[in-house]
DNA sequence: GGTTGATGTGTAAACGTTTACATCAGCAAT
DNA sequence: ATTGCTGATGTAAACGTTTACACATCAACC
């Protein structure tokens, strides 16, 4: 039913080699003939069959994208910057919301094989090491995002954690704080224990006791923000600041303060991660790490594109994390 | 280098028609056989190529997903849901985030064509009268969520937004309002009016008159809110309730609020719409409309899935709102 | 011991492209 | 008039599947 590209050449009285070349911008072509395809292919109303096209060579212009999930602000980003690149290269992207399940992650990674797509970005923080090596059996590029399993085929671009949650706590212990707790995120991520790397680095530089009783664990989600506060709270009810692993973190640490009655920032302080638009809008507004999302997304897909087209210079990406300073952090009361 | 049908076929001994039968489940074929085939599938670790087979079958297992932005968390929950019954049943879901820019949501469309998708949902409020022709041409179903066009080959699927908006404004008359404010979304937004539609309707049903200085421009988006409020709080200052286009919306509102230190909901009462997570973790926790995001996703790929499979029963669904009663509105006072 | 029917398997065409190679026309140089 | 180019175009194979159709085998029947 759909026009093909025997239609346009019966019609436009040339064979399908000489459609395909003009499809092709090729240059050797005879401008009125070109002209002539190209009326026809407008007049038929002609759209190529890339599944068909892909047959023959071997590339799908399609790239696989696995998250750990969309309801995530900060994957939101990450997709966005994904999209953003893709699109203007006439790419499409598959997405996958792997939800943390394994399962699910191995039925994603089949149907990407299956789809034969040219590339894969994994944004979930978790990466099997299980199908890490089934990826690179695949031979099809991969690029990490914010985590760092290299192997051949395989690529990262991340931002530096271990920087941001140095940068954070160092800002918490500058303003006077000494008791600071930090609540985790997901127990298999590799950021979970890269910010709490840099916390641990902020203390000892400072000269300060690290004491595990002020960790606290989480999901990333609000509620692990509000049962990690609620346990810190009765755990160490000294603490005067608290390094969340997140800001949808922080927002449950702050509904739990508030229904503790601590005010914040004066009796606790609270600071985020991620930088997510509602940041700005909390109360009172957080202060939090910045981290690129958006360019962490166009990147990896900027890498794979490059990958395509043989570049090989492509290198390993990392990108600095950045303080932004609101309202949920004040000096310590002495 | 990728294994073929052909590879398998020779080294189990039988021709490709035998191991396209085995891939299929199709019963015709001898026990033993099958277990040769099924073995010499696994040791090859043959992987099908879907391109391939699209070309002879005309089904790509892919559908389109358009959305307004994935940053927006409502749009993130559709996608989730379109994405969960996708995968179940394997299909991939190609994602396109057509930030509400015209030309844009033309390539996207473009593109969907070109790799011939088996369906598309449209979840972009907008949806271009532009290009829904430009779809029933190419005669591939659409299921439109949210938005009500309709024509050959589109369904839809969305929220009863008219009875939202009559259901939120008229909880605010209950608690004994009477200057409600509305603060829109995008204006070319079928939600927008229909939302405005309910808020005046339950005003007409309970004989209060209806006033346009009480209705501000917004954007769907926090810095919408926050100026929309700005707006009403100078125009009408004798208002002491705003029923928010959604949630988003809504937290700009209260940050508006909490700057001209007019507290909530005290003195002035914030009605949200979409319930989306945050809505319980913001301060103070907002009443709103819940809308069933996830269902909305799920259902419109359900649709599409039905549609291929030659249903000819689908019909248009509406699903109804709830109204969430939480701390952000309170009785008026008098 | 044919005829029939069922069952399992193979053959080959088809799907819509791209592309290596062959062909051909025109023309310049010999 | 032949040769050799050059540039434009056509021919046909190839990509990896599915599937209509044909074929072969075998058991059961009269």
């Known amino acids: 039913m759909p026009v093909t590209i025997v239609d346009v050449a019966r019609k436009a009285g040339v064979s399908t080699a000489t459609v395909s070349r003009v499809l092709h911008k090729s240059p050797k072509v005879d401008a009125t003939t070109r ?16 599944p068909a096209r892909s047959l023959v060579t071997k590339r799908t212009r399609t790239v696989g994208l696995v998250i750990t999930t969309i309801a995530d602000p900060f994957f939101a980003d990450i997709v966005r910057g994904v999209e953003d690149v893709a699109i203007e290269n006439d790419y499409g992207v598959i997405l996958c ?13 089949r149907l990407f094989q299956e789809k034969r797509v040219d590339g894969i970005i994994v944004a979930s923080s978790r990466v099997g090491d299980l199908y890490l090596g089934l990826l690179e059996k695949t031979k ?7 985590n760092e399993k290299t192997g051949s085929y395989v690529y990262s671009v991340g931002t530096d954690d271990v920087a941001g949650g140095e940068m954070a706590t160092e800002y918490l212990i500058q303003l006077g704080h000494r008791r600071i707790g930090y609540i985790a995120g997901l127990a298999d991520a590799k950021s979970t224990y890269d ?12 000269g300060l006791p690290f004491d595990s009783s002020l960790l606290a664990p989480g999901n990333a989600r609000p509620d692990g923000g509000l049962s ?8 160490c009810p000294s603490l005067t600041a608290v390094f969340c692993y997140n800001d949808l973190t922080a927002i449950g640490a702050l509904k739990a303060l508030r229904i503790a009655g601590k005010s914040v920032p004066d009796l606790v302080s609270v600071m985020g991660y991620d930088d997510l638009l509602f940041a700005a809008y909390s109360e009172p507004p957080l202060t939090t790490i910045e981290q690129r999302k958006y360019d962490l997304g166009a990147i990896a897909m900027r890498m794979l594109l490059d990958l395509q087209s043989g570049v090989e210079s492509v290198s390993n990406n990392v990108l600095e994390p950045r303080l932004v300073i609101r309202e949920s952090c004040s000096p310590a009361k002495s």
Do not use: F
Not at 195 to 206: C, E, F, I, P, V
């Open 195 to 206: 910010r709490l790397t840099g916390y641990r680095q902020a203390l000892r530089k400072h």
């Open 35 to 50: 002209a002539r395809v190209r009326e026809t292919l407008e007049e038929l109303g002609y759209s190529p069959n890339i």
């Open 97 to 109: 919301d792997s939800n943390a399940d394994p399962e699910r992650e191995m039925a994603t990674i």
């Open 228 to 235: 990690g506060m609620n346990q810190l709270l009765t755990d």
């Open 140 to 146: 099809v590029p991969v690029v990490l995002v914010n």
